[in-house]
């Protein structure tokens, strides 16, 4: 079964403070691997795609990269704009093109 | 602002009623996709529709049901409601790339409280 998991759960930084989340993924036919933030009562909002092992993207303070079993999203001196919950997803073969999301890491950045 | 937009906002209603909730993807794409997110249960994918066609389904229930339409907008029909089904359902779209699907665009949700 194609499963994602993301640690960890929350994570409190100070303004400045950088850090990394990881998302784990066992999934058979990886097509893509998606980054997404989400702020309370709204829609995920997308960050980076990833494909293949090796690659990396970076927007502001966020770099995002990928291996055979895991991604890790970077963030460099984040700010308290930061908060929010980052979401992970994998986009799967399965019958079409189906994507599995992660719980999610839950970060508060305070000032 | 994604470019996708989901109508009602919020959703009140009871246990037993049938409610429809309504997406327009973004201009152009052809992909919807639906989505329930409760509080315990995360992100959970229910169905896809590419360009009028069921594509993927993911844990839809039975009681669930959906549908593209000729101008792309789509609609989620949920019937026999229970309390368990409150939640805030998504919607998203995408289009396609170079043969492969690209990263999705929610929409704002709509909020279903079943009382």
């Known amino acids: 079964e194609d499963q994602v998991t993301q640690s960890p759960e929350a994570l409190r930084l100070q303004e400045g403070e950088s850090s990394s989340l990881n998302c784990s993924y066992t999934?058979?036919?990886?097509?893509?691997l998606f980054w997404y933030r989400q702020d309370p009562g709204k829609g995920p909002e997308f960050l980076f795609t990833?494909?293949?092992a090796g690659e990396e993207k970076e927007k502001e303070r966020l770099k995002a990269t990928l291996t055979k079993k895991e991604s890790f999203l970077h963030i460099t001196a984040p700010k308290p704009e930061d908060s929010a919950t980052y979401l992970c997803?994998?986009?799967?073969?399965?019958?079409?093109?189906?994507?599995?999301f992660g719980p999610g890491t839950r970060l508060s950045v305070l000032p | 602002d994604s470019g996708v937009t989901q109508t009602p906002k919020h959703l009140i209603t009871a246990t037993g009623q049938r409610v429809t909730l309504r997406c327009s993807p973004r201009?152009?794409?052809?992909?919807v996709y639906w989505y329930q997110q409760s509080l315990d249960q995360g992100l959970q994918f229910l169905i896809q529709?590419?360009?009028?066609?069921?594509?993927a389904k993911g844990n839809i229930l039975e009681r669930f049901s959906a549908q593209q339409f000729p101008d792309l907008h789509s609609e989620l029909n949920l019937s026999s409601l229970e309390l368990g089904d409150s939640a805030l359902y998504f919607c998203?779209?995408?289009?396609?790339?170079?043969?492969?699907?690209?990263?999705?665009?929610f929409g704002p949700g709509t909020r279903l409280t079943v009382l």
């Open positions: 998203a779209s995408s289009g396609l790339q170079g043969g492969s699907y690209n990263e999705q665009f």
């Open positions: 999934v058979s036919g990886l097509r893509g």
């Open positions: 990833l494909y293949s």
């Open positions: 997803a994998v986009q799967v073969p399965m019958g079409g093109q189906n994507f599995v």
């Open positions: 201009s152009g794409d052809l992909s």
């Open positions: 529709y590419y360009n009028g066609e069921e594509r």
